[in-house]
């Protein structure tokens, strides 16, 4: 898997999009995720289609159907520069190792210098944070660096109310 996300990342590095991730589904599916920062256009889901297709064909990769889309709203973070990327946004982390017995932290992501502290043990990685609240008005962080995370999205809040009329 890791040399078919290297293979569409070689294959997409002149466009103007990012690759998120790649995998497989049922039936042969093979999904492939793009991000872009003003946002994906149908118009880059077809075109990254065409030339992976293409790709894919030249290297005699096996699969029935492609299926190119965004990330959507609750993008997942997926290398340390997403986290760079996306500081002071709101997010879900799970961490492989209880902190306080939690693993997951729903909050503001934030950037943290090593000598704060982290759960892991490399303290020369940059480090993150999530500010959360702990009680009614007190804020609370849990640091930690990207070697420690096991998943993370973006988690943002959503307002469907809208405008009265």
């Known amino acids: 898997m890791a040399d078919l996300f290297t293979l569409a990342q070689q294959a997409l590095a002149s466009m103007d999009v990012e690759l998120v991730d790649v995998e497989w589904g049922a039936l042969g599916l093979l999904r492939v995720t793009i991000d872009r920062p003003e946002g994906v256009r149908i118009e ?13 064909e030249v290297e005699n990769i096996d699969y029935r159907r492609l299926e190119v889309g965004s990330p959507g709203v609750d993008r ?14 709101h997010v879900e982390v799970k961490l492989r190792n209880a902190v306080e017995n939690r693993k997951v932290f729903s909050g503001v992501l934030v950037s943290v210098s090593p000598q704060a502290g982290t ?43 809208g405008k009265k009329r």
């Not at 997942?76 to 946004?89: H, I, N, T, Y």
């Open 44 to 56: 880059d889901c077809e075109q990254v289609s065409r030339h992976l297709s293409r790709v894919f």
């Open 76 to 89: 997942p973070l997926k290398s340390e520069a997403d986290f760079q990327r996306f500081v002071g946004e």
């Open 119 to 161: 759960t892991g043990s490399d303290a020369a990685a940059p480090c993150f944070g999530v500010e959360f609240e702990a009680k009614k008005g007190e804020t609370q962080v849990v640091t930690f660096t990207f070697a420690d995370v096991d998943r993370a999205k973006l988690d943002p809040v959503l307002d469907f109310k």
